[in-house]
């Protein structure tokens, strides 16, 4: 019966809105966002000049023809069929995926993401893999297993974060928030990005990507956490590692193609890095028999650092916002720049 409801309603609103003169703009839900009858209702309302659409998977292309924007993404086949479309709205802060198909990369639909959005828990997750490393807890986690206590000299020291130096590659929304959290540890923070960045307290410095090679040496912790683009791909390669300080912690949170997955190997084995925390990899997911599997201290989770309990309300506001936005004209927020890949 609520379901009824919402549609007479959305039916007699958008009838309603049509008399009176000024054009509906119709917003397709392309996957499930999860969202609940009253998410729903409450979008509804906040924008209720915008014909919301949310179709059955077998209905999705005919009701692409026409719409205005997305939420969600699009493949080839489907974006092709979307004719009318001006915005899309993706869940994720990466958009390599999409950008990989001409068609959207050269469009001139507006593209909007996740960039900031998704900051917050993706920093904790860093955290949590440096944190698990410097505690030395991998060891103890695998002890655990096998009942086994381990003496001071065996489990080895663990270390402090006070006094070292984190250097994190992309400063953007996932990079500000682990310098915010690298700081409240008592860390010099390096930020290594290709825009000006604002003076922050929390960053000691930042440098353009050119300087790069030059900030590596100084680094006690190198975070990976910028997009995948052409100029990234692959920016951290065997001569990065080498030119990092002996015994480095390495930690990847953002995409795994930013760093040489088997230049990392070589590197582990040889004491380069002494402790690596990966939350993505090149291949995913990486396959057994991998070595990163084997290879010295490494911690992986299978790419959910993006995943929390607080990331739902976040997306949920930037929708309202960015829809009211779109109904307006108004500029949206978190635009993607296409050519740049972020």
Known sequence: MKSITIVLLTIVSAVAFAQSGLPTKKVVFTSNQRLSESDIRELRTTAPSLNLVFPARDDLLKELADADAVIGGLNREQFLAAKKLQWMQVTSAGVENLLAIPEIKNSRVTMTNMKIVQGIEIADHAFALLLGLTRRLDIAIKDRESENWRTLAQYGPPLELHGKTAV??????????????????????IGVDPKDIPYAPHLDRTVWPDRLDAVLPE?????????????????????????????VLFIAV????????????????????????L???ETEPLPKGHPLWQTGRVIITPHIAGRSDGEGPRYFE?????????????PLRHTVDKAKGY
């Open 168 to 189: 994190i590659v992309g400063v953007g929304g996932i990079g500000m928030q682990i310098a915010v959290r690298a700081k409240a540890f008592g860390m010099t923070v």
């Open 219 to 247: 680094a006690d912790v190198v975070f990976i956490a910028a997009p995948h683009t052409p100029e990234t791909d692959k920016m951290i390669g065997a001569a990065q590692f080498a030119k990092m300080k002996k015994g």
């Open 318 to 330: 930037l929708y309202k916002d960015n829809l009211v936005r779109f109904a307006r004209g108004e």
């Open 254 to 277: 953002s995409r795994g193609k930013i760093y040489d997955n088997l230049a990392l190997v070589e590197a582990l084995k040889s004491g380069q890095v002494s402790a690596a925390g």
């Open 279 to 281: 939350d993505v990899t």
